[in-house]
């Protein structure tokens, strides 16, 4: 089975973790930020697709990270897009 990591363009995020990294949406290339939970994500499934909240499909399953549920709290306002 195919897995997806949704994720945010970066230029989209008002708000940023501590610990997170930048990649590529795989269909479109801006630049995304990914979450702890997501780097964990692509940890555990190698071949994981990052898609940006734009391309994503809108209607397909979806389920939160492994703790992604906690990451809002642990993040704080992005400055200077």
Not at 3 to 25: F, K, N, S, W, Y
Not at 34 to 62: D, F
């Amino acid at each position: 089975m195919a897995v997806d990591l949704i994720t945010m363009r970066l230029a989209d995020m008002t708000r940023v973790h501590p610990e997170q990294i930048t990649g590529r949406c795989a269909l479109c290339q801006h630049e995304v930020g990914i979450y702890p939970s997501g780097q964990r994500v692509m940890r555990a499934r190698p071949h994981v697709r990052v898609v940006c909240q734009v391309c994503m499909t809108p209607g397909k399953p979806q389920t939160l990270a492994p703790g992604a549920e906690y990451e809002p709290m642990q993040s704080r306002v992005r400055h200077g897009k």
